[in-house]
């Protein structure tokens, strides 16, 4: 089977890699570019626990073919706090501790900050459903949504 | 050791407060590494191969094929883990269930493994492996298993627990009994009886993270083994029995783990990992996938339960009885033993009497899942009795609370208590701006009450001081939620110093004393108490510096807000030395100061929990939506509050999810039809609400804090609090748990129907 | 396996056409990556259809809209224009999957992967949406419902790949509305499902109806019978009735994981109901 190569833009920076046709973005993230922040919870789009955004649209990087990342930009977990600040989701997320477990956390932040860029004052009910795509099983949701809400009115206030 | 466990009634300086986790921004940042994240050099890719078939002969598998595929370094069946365990019973069951041996037990059971340079390698060389199946009859129902007509899983099970020693085999494995006074009297002096059967269907973890390992095996029998576990040391132990290997020389990392909740207390591809190590020369990492997660490993017991519970007109419960049919998965268990032990723990009974059987089914071996048989036992008996309150004509609270164990009871599986919560949160519960909400059409409130027995256990704690005064502190019990900020917090009160100056982390096999795992809500109870003993043990030390850098008898010296002091008079003249000025001399006063400690944590307190919830029911599709959850439990003492808030919710949360939508769906095949997060349902984020909670906190007197466990109790009431809820607002009492729209609907069209 | 990227729709017709092995189009892959990981397909050419042009826009025309084959989910949901002449399409669209799932799946890959539960192809199906489809033999417009044939299968040749669905114009007082029954609240699939579109006259009363039934039968159902129940009518409690009892008799539903044939059945009706009170709110009708 025959690699395919690719050149895409990773976090801001330029990243050309060599992967097998059906294999997935999340395993070219994980495997070949050692980030591991993008988890693989289920591999069927389930989960959410690989999310990233790609070309400003959020998306499960299990069901993304490494090859189609060509000439797109893809973000991930490690590219949201700005060198050691965190980005506003990340802090409330830890003075809510919206995460226990913690697995499933780097897909939520990546869905929250998708879905504040595209609603910045969400109602309660927008956010649940907003990451509704996002499984997390140990801390029943509440302290998840406090989070959000709580990065809302600090990211309006900023 | 002259470690004094009693609770001193001491006030706290740090815990109590609600710092950041110390693990926290790893886990925010992608930093923080689980169990798949972790990689060798040379690693090789391990795949397992699992049965098809519910329950199948092996008459032969011929691997060569497979091996002589490109890439492949080692494939392995059972002949590959030859029996070294002794006539250890559960060991052999936990070894069968890693491999298959001889016989497939269940759709989903490992019949062979390779390790192969790459996953697409991997996945071809297994398709290349041929078994030879013959099939067996199956059954994966409790109650059919039960019957004599069913297919027999294990011929040499003979049940024990009975009078006379059975003559023939059968699939259930034991039978276990407890209880006192007389329950046929009790049932005599009742006014009213309420006597109900009820279903519940298997449920799984569903923690996100699945198992995944690095195993390493060197050619002088040492290894590595990365693995995200909720107890590495029994990791260590289970691989080293199952290979052949001394403990010492396997060293066991737990990685952070992503979601345990039972799941992962004992091994299932881990041995698998090392033997094809060892086979190959090379590190294996093996990753299930989603599909083998729900197929093979850890899904809780489905139940079958009859009670009958008495009252007299004054709501005084005077008897009360239930039996109760757990499934195990193919081996033993004692998962109807803990279900019939749990099972009327809240209440204050004269007459009680309850029997559990053990029951063998073709489905994957029954792992602990957040107070294990609880859950089933409490749905059945809160039910019966939110229907014999409303025969007696009482209000659901003021009849249990006429009804609860209190102090001095004795429980109905034997113990006597000690103080205990179930009244104060009934009370609280009572009293809560939830019980007095209005509700509307089709809405219907619900309450339960749950009881878990927590555990302690095996714990070995060092605390180092380093030579800048911070202090390092290495644990044993893995964290799976947070309790690195919460050891953190009480090595911080103990000392006397701020948070910021402690650093928790999670030790390997190889640098700290043996542990239990983290389970039975022991992580903060029992850690805490070594930490305790651990600081205290360093206080000592601290103050014999200090003697010694002041000149002075250390009989003089007393710890006080992590300063030595100096008493007396005559020492009048000293100033305090702080734990870091202590330290920084520490090279020149004796060396290194640290604090060990090895202990077995006794005395863990029992915990009660009160759920009220309100549930819509769409009477034309049986749809239902959760409204409002309150959840009041017990503590003990909450060492960081939001921690114990999100045990509350957590535990709710996956509480609604079983008694909803959450099962386990074999097909008459007896293959699992439903192994991924698209079918098996659990809960999402817009299906449920805040989930409110009151920290209740009565102090554990066997815990020098009053800590008692958290963890476990929250998943207990909710089965029950809902299935009341959905009867209160579709009018119709619902017996069959998960309580899907299909089932609701049928229930309301069956009532209709008349 | 290959990976192509074609940039005309002609090279990737004769890339499909030309394959020895199984050939798989990939535009969301929300399907089609799921089925290979769960190693059910492992085509030889992947051909990816993003990069060709005109298949990820929608076009507003004198006839209506087109929708090309690329164009994700979410991205209906942003189209204004297209919201307000079909929402009952642009709502079943957006049930798809989750909010992830939504920035890639397409209403062409919904109809294509042919499950009788697919969310978008009941609402298709009630709006008479088309099909247009290109082949080696050249271009045909067919109506949606006739393009799967079964679970799994559709009636497109080797070769022919679906450029854009085709929607009409409105005519005034026109509404449609999708429902489906889910046990969650969101990420689940369809246990069972309605499409209705309805078109009124000034005083109220359907003129035209289209309804459609999900998850009922092998492929979805167009419930001729159930439009006729409405034509006539202003939606009045006893045609309501009627629709249910029309819509739960024309079931052909199973018993599988998700739900039963009772249940399927009973709230085949419940959501036909519901959803044809909705599309006649939304067409003006009181």
Known sequence: MAGVAVSTTINGDHVEYLCQPDETLLDVLRDRLGLTGAKEGCGTGDCGACSIILDDRLVCSCLVLGAEAEGRRVETIEGMAHGDKLHPLQQKFLEHAALQCGICTPGFLIAAKDLLAKNPDPTEEEIRFGLAGNLCRCTGYDKIVRAVQDAASVMKGA | ?754 | ?286
Request: aromatic share 6%; charged share 20%; with cysteine.
């Open chain 3, 1 to 286: 396996m290959r990976y192509i990227r074609p940039l005309s729709i002609e090279d990737a017709v004769g890339q499909l056409a030309g394959s020895a092995g199984t050939a798989a189009i990939l535009a969301g892959g929300s399907d089609l990556l799921v089925r290979m990981k769960g190693g059910f397909v492992e085509p030889d050419l992947i051909v990816d259809i993003k990069a060709i042009e005109g298949l990820s826009e929608i076009r507003e025309t004198a006839d209506g809209f087109s929708i090309g084959a690329a164009v994700p989910c979410a991205v209906l949901g942003e189209s204004a224009a297209l919201k307000k002449a079909w929402p009952g399409v642009v709502e079943a669209a957006k049930l798809i999957g989750s909010k992830q799932v939504q920035g890639r799946c397409t209403i062409t890959g919904n109809l294509c992967n042919a499950s009788p539960a697919a969310d978008s192809v009941p609402a298709l199906v009630a709006a008479g949406a088309r099909a247009s489809v290109v082949g080696p033999a050249g271009r045909r417009t067919i109506p949606v419902e006739s393009v799967p044939t079964g679970p799994g299968k559709t009636s497109l040749a080797k070769g022919e790949i679906i450029e854009a669905i085709l929607l009409d114009k409105r005519p005034p007082r026109s509404g449609d509305a999708y429902l489906r029954f889910i046990p969650r609240t969101e990420m689940d699939i369809a246990v069972v499902s309605a499409g209705v579109n309805l078109t009124l006259d000034e005083s109220g009363v359907v003129i035209a109806a289209r309804v459609a039934i999900g998850a009922a039968a092998p492929t979805v159902l167009l419930v001729e019978e159930a439009a006729q129940v409405l034509i006539g009518s202003k939606l009045d409690e006893a045609a309501l009735e009627r629709l249910a009892k029309v819509c739960s008799g024309a079931c052909r539903p199973i018993d599988d994981k998700r739900g039963t044939v009772e249940f399927r059945r009973k709230v085949a009706g419940v959501l036909a109901k519901r959803a044809a009170t909705s599309a006649y709110a939304r067409a003006g009708g009181k």
């Open chain 2, 1 to 754: 050791m002259n470690f004094d466990p009693r609770f001193s009634g001491r006030k706290f300086t740090s815990v109590g407060t609600r710092p950041i986790r110390p693990d926290g921004v790893d886990k925010v940042t992608g930093r923080a590494r689980y169990g798949a994240d972790f990689n060798m050099a040379g690693q090789l890719v391990g795949r397992v191969l699992r049965s098809p078939h519910a329950h199948a002969k092996i008459r032969k598998i011929d691997t060569s094929k497979a091996e002589k595929l490109p890439g492949v370094k080692a494939v392995i069946t059972a002949a590959d883990l030859p029996d070294l365990t002794d006539g250890d019973a559960a060991m052999y069951d936990v070894l069968d269930n890693c491999m298959a041996r001889g016989k497939a037990l269940y759709d989903g059971h490992a019949v062979a493994a390779v390790a192969a340079v790459d996953a697409r390698t991997a996945r071809q060389a297994l398709k290349l492996i041929e078994v030879d199946y013959e099939l067996l009859p199956h059954v994966t129902d409790v109650d059919e298993a039960m019957k004599h007509s069913a297919p027999l899983i294990n011929d040499a099970i003979f049940t024990e627990g009975l009078e006379e020693k059975p003559v023939k085999p059968s699939n259930v494995t034991k039978r276990s009994q407890f209880g006192h006074g007389d329950v046929h009297q009790g049932f005599g002096h009742a006014d009213f009886i309420v006597e109900r059967s009820f279903k519940t269907e298997q449920t799984h973890q569903g923690y996100i993270e699945p198992h995944a390992c690095v195993a390493s095996v060197s050619s002088d029998g040492t290894a590595d083994l990365w693995v995200c576990t909720q107890g590495h040391f029994v990791y260590r132990q289970h691989c080293a029995q199952l290979l052949g290997m001394e403990a010492s020389k396997l060293r066991v990392t737990s990685s952070e783990i992503g979601g345990g909740f039972g799941g992962k207390t004992h091994v299932w591809a881990e041995p698998v990992a090392l033997a094809l190590s060892r086979k190959a020369g090379r590190p294996v990492k093996l990753v299930m996938t989603r599909d083998e997660v729900f197929r093979a490993s850890g899904p809780t017991s489905a139940t079958s339960v009859d009670v009958r519970i008495g009252a007299r007109k004054d709501g005084t419960i005077t008897a009360a009885e239930a039996t109760l049919r757990y499934s195990c998965g193919p081996y033993a268990g004692s998962w109807a033993e803990i279900g019939a032990m749990t099972a009327f723990a809240c209440y204050r009974l004269d007459n009680v009497k309850t029997v559990g059987y053990e029951v063998l089914v073709n489905r994957p071996k029954t792992a602990a899942y957040r107070a294990p048989s609880a859950p089933m036992a409490a749905f059945a008996v809160e039910s019966a009795v939110d229907e014999l309150a409303k025969e007696v004509g009482m209000d659901p609270v003021e009849f249990r609370i006429r009804n609860a164990a209190q102090e001095g009871t004795r429980s109905s599986y034997g113990p006597v208590y000690g103080p205990i919560g179930i009244g104060p949160t009934l009370e609280a519960a009572k009293s809560h701006p939830h019980m007095k909400a209005p509700l509307g059409k089709n809405q219907g409130r619900g309450m339960a009450c749950g009881f878990w027995f927590n555990f302690g256990g095996q714990t070995c704690t060092d605390l180092n001081i380093g030579m800048d005064g911070s202090v390092s502190l290495a644990v044993g019990t893995v964290d799976v939620g947070g309790s690195r900020a919460s050891l953190s917090l009480v090595a911080a009160e103990e000392l006397g110093i701020a948070y910021e100056q402690v650093k928790a982390i999670v030790a390997d096999t190889s640098s700290l004393g043996y542990n239990d795992m983290t389970d039975g809500s022991r992580g903060t109870f029992s850690s805490s108490m070594a930490t305790i003993s651990a600081a205290r043990n360093a206080i000592k030390i601290l103050r014999e510096r200090a003697a010694q850098m002041w000149d002075i008898s250390v009989d003089d010296v007393v710890w006080e807000n992590g300063h030595a002091i100096a008493k007396g008079e005559k020492h009048g003249n000293l100033g305090r030395l702080s734990l870091k000025e202590i330290a920084v001399a520490s090279g020149k006063t004796g060396g290194p100061i640290a604090g060990h400690s090895e202990l077995v944590a006794d005395g863990a307190g029992v915990s009660f929990a009160t759920h009220i919830c309100d549930i819509e029911v769409d009477p034309e599709t049986g749809a239902t939506r959760v409204l409002r959850y309150t959840v009041v439990q017990d503590a003990g003492k909450a060492v960081h509050p939001t921690y114990v808030e999100g045990q509350y919710q957590g535990g709710a949360a996956q509480g609604i999810g079983w008694a909803l939508n959450e099962e386990y769906i074999y097909g008459k095949d007896g293959r699992l039809q439903n192994p991924g997060f698209l079918d098996y349902r659990i809960p999402v984020c817009s299906d449920l609400p805040m989930i409110d909670t009151q920290i209740l906190e009565i102090p554990n007197p066997n815990h020098p804090y009053g800590v008692r466990g958290v963890g476990e109790t929250s998943i207990v009431p909710p089965l029950a609090a809902i299935a009341n809820a959905v009867s209160n607002a579709a009018g119709v009492r619902m017996t069959h748990i998960p309580m899907s729209p299909p089932r609701i609907l049928a229930a309301i069209e069956a009532k209709r129907a008349g």
